[in-house]
């Protein structure tokens, strides 16, 4: 059978020659559509109804266009396309294959919402899972990413590139910037249009400086220009406002603050401290220290003060002295090493000279040595008035 046939005993109008594609008057002013035997769509009074599995397809270019009218959707004079132009409270709703909310706009309540009908916020909610109770706070709820389980956002990026989120207003774009730094492996922070602080490759904690003073360092701070680097207060006076640790965590010093005084301690308790010996020559020791006048060598004042020099001291207070005389800098894993050097090798300036490690000292480890002194002069003194 071929051309349209007209089959008025079941009221159907066929189209083509096997006689699976074809209109049926289904009931008073219902037209049904038949394809290939399937029922694709339903045809009513001013309404059309696309089946389930069937696809409306607007290939590229055409135009979708009402009146302007409908609840439905309409035209901007530009050209826009317009859904709800009439802003009925009425929802707009894109379902997945696996979610019936996967992109949904409430109308009733002014939001856009993903996974889920979107119920908190002003403007977008990302909601994968109910978290319970909570109001949002109604300076910061203008996106919101909600989950009963843990949640979280990704930037992702090239790896020589970056990843920020940036807090602009009128006046500046980059008034606050939080970036990461792929190419370096570091993140940024920025306040007021500038770098404020920094957490290198190396977990080196940088703060007003974009490089480290020292490679090792975890906490760096440089100072700015006639300013004050660190300040510490206690809440309660006579409270520790730094305290030091050894590598078990036991506690072996630390900084207190009183209400009109600084006291600087290290552990002295009897009870860490074995073969303890009063009786020992501290005169002959003492003798063989050579305090000395000097100027600093960075000095351009050249202003004589009084010390030691900290290798004449190692070999009779050795525990007031830290470090080797003649030592030399090397390259440490957290350093960038030229491609002429290795790990361990001497470290250079960019002048291609090496670099001293320099030695310091503890004066305050001399004091015992000197009160021992003074205790046997005590006594010769006075063997000798009693003589």
């Known amino acids: 059978m071929a051309g349209i046939e007209l089959d008025g005993a079941n009221q159907k109008v066929v189209l083509d020659s096997d006689g699976d594609t074809y209109l049926e008057a289904a009931t008073d002013d219902t037209i049904k559509v038949y394809v290939a035997g399937a029922h694709d769509a339903t045809i009513s009074a001013n309404a059309i109804n696309v089946l389930s599995g069937t696809t409306l397809t607007v290939d590229s270019g055409a135009t979708i266009t009402n009146s302007g009218t409908a609840n439905g959707f309409g035209t901007d004079p530009d050209g826009a396309q317009v859904f709800n132009e009439s802003s009925a409270d009425v929802d707009f709703r894109i379902e997945s294959n696996g979610n019936a909310n996967m992109f949904i706009v409430n109308g009733g309540n002014d939001l856009v919402g993903i996974a889920s009908d979107p119920d908190l916020g002003k403007a977008l909610h990302i909601k994968i899972a109910d978290a319970g109770s909570v109001t949002p706070n109604t300076d910061a709820d203008e996106f919101i990413i909600e989950n009963s389980a843990s949640a979280g956002m990704t930037i992702l990026t090239g790896t020589s590139t970056t990843g920020a989120i940036n807090f ?143 290798h004449e001291v190692s070999s009779i207070v050795p525990e007031a002295v830290t470090g080797t005389k003649d030592e030399l800098e090397i390259y440490k894993y957290y350093d960038e090493i030229p491609a002429e050097k290795s790990l361990g090798d001497n470290k250079i300036d960019k002048d291609g000279n090496t670099i001293a490690k320099h030695q310091s000292i503890d004066n305050s480890k001399l004091i015992p040595l000197l009160v021992k002194t003074i205790q046997e002069l005590e006594t010769r003194v006075k063997t000798l008035e009693d003589a």
């Open 168 to 310: 602009a207003d009128s006046g500046n774009a980059n008034a606050g910037v939080f970036r990461y730094d792929h190419a370096n492996d570091s993140m940024d922070f920025f306040t007021g249009g500038s770098e404020r602080m920094n957490i290198n490759s190396s977990g080196n904690l940088l703060v007003n400086t974009t490089s480290t003073v020292f490679g090792g360092n975890m906490l760096q701070v440089v100072g700015g220009a006639d300013a004050e680097v660190v300040a510490v207060k206690v809440t309660t006076n006579g409270k520790k406002g730094i305290q030091f640790a050894n590598a078990s965590s036991t506690d072996v010093g630390n900084i207190v603050v009183a209400a009109s005084s600084t006291a600087y301690n290290t552990s002295s308790d009897y009870r860490l401290k074995e073969n303890v010996n009063y009786n020992f020559d501290a005169t002959t020791r003492l003798k063989q220290l050579k305090p000395a006048r000097f100027n600093w060598i960075a000095d351009d004042t050249n202003t004589l003060i009084d010390g030691f020099l900290a």
